[in-house]
């Protein structure tokens, strides 16, 4: 299996935007061939020990069950979609892809 997690900045960080981008992500992110877990979020504000990397404000997870299923994913017209009415907000992007 393949997790792909990214790590969100965004330029308005308001609880509105913050919403709006874990909205969109489950609208567009959450249905596609291949995925076994699937999860959008906030960062969890009382968790804040030294090692906690507190740079982002929304978080995506999702595990496909191969790397076939994550390549065909990335040029799904629906995560197309996803960045196409988010990136205009987003201040930075990290992502981090792990075999599991």
């Excluded at 997790?3 to 249905?31: C, M, W």
């Excluded at 999702?62 to 201040?91: G, M, R, T």
């Amino acid at each position: 299996m393949l997790a792909h997690s990214v790590f969100f900045t965004l330029n308005d960080n308001s609880p509105a935007a913050i919403q709006t981008l874990v909205d969109t992500g489950k609208k567009y992110l959450r249905e596609h061939p291949g995925v076994v877990f699937f999860a959008i979020g906030t960062l969890n504000a009382d968790l804040a020990r030294p090692v906690n990397d507190r740079a982002f404000e929304v978080a995506l997870h999702v595990v496909f069950d191969s790397k076939a299923a994550h390549d065909a994913y990335q040029s799904a017209p629906d995560h197309l979609k996803f960045i196409e009415e988010c990136k205009s907000n987003w201040k930075q992007v990290r992502v981090f892809d792990a075999d599991v």
